[in-house]
């Protein structure tokens, strides 16, 4: 487990690096860190966090084709915001579906931490979307949610897995004042 940890979270560095980058080869990096963390996931009785790796995978996949579609290989589509009332929509519905979710893993299986593995999920998927649609606040979203998955999978044993969500805060950072000052060059063309 170790050592397939270590792979999952070097690709998953890759991941998003190339993301915040705005780079397409993001995507097959994507893939490659949710092969290695379905295992992992479920290795430690992390549900939701195993069944948000599948969704993943299909994001991957989305993202790849949406980042080319009907661009050159080397162009993708320009970053993009949203109002204020298209995150309280999506915040309003990311926490029905995060206390739905944790009420059924608290009550139907035994997952580990299900309230704050639901969390994690729900909000991964609503943050996941908005990376496929290059909506820059999708990394004010990532921020919070791998300051959470820090303590997740620290409370797991999965401590190399923890760091990465420490670097991942950080790059989330980064990956914001990145995509804000490409957006801001974009206003100008």
């Given at each position: 487990?170790?050592l ?23 995507w ?19 549900l ?20 080319i579609?009907g ?11 949203w ?63 791998d ?20 670097a ?17 060059l974009?206003?100008e063309?």
């Open positions: 487990m170790p397939l940890e270590a792979f999952a979270v070097l690709s998953s560095i890759a991941y998003v690096i190339l993301a915040a980058r705005g780079s397409i080869w993001c097959p990096s994507a893939l490659v860190s949710v092969i290695a963390y379905t295992v992992i996931c479920l290795q430690a009785n992390l939701a966090e195993s069944l948000l790796q599948v969704f993943y995978g299909i994001m991957a996949v989305y993202g790849w084709v949406n980042w579609k661009k050159k290989p080397d162009e993708s589509i320009q970053i993009q915001t109002p204020i009332k298209y995150h309280l929509i999506n915040i309003g519905a990311s926490t029905l579906g995060w206390v739905g979710l944790a009420l059924i893993l608290e009550s139907n299986t035994n997952a580990a931490l299900p309230w704050l593995d639901a969390f994690t999920t729900v909000f991964s998927i609503t943050a996941t979307f908005l990376v496929t649609r290059k909506v820059l606040s999708n990394w004010i979203y990532w921020i919070i949610i300051a959470a998955g820090i303590y997740l999978y620290a409370s797991r044993g999965l401590y190399l897995t923890a760091v990465l969500f420490i991942f805060t950080i790059i989330a950072a980064y990956g914001y004042f990145k995509w804000l000052k490409i957006h801001q974009q206003d063309y």
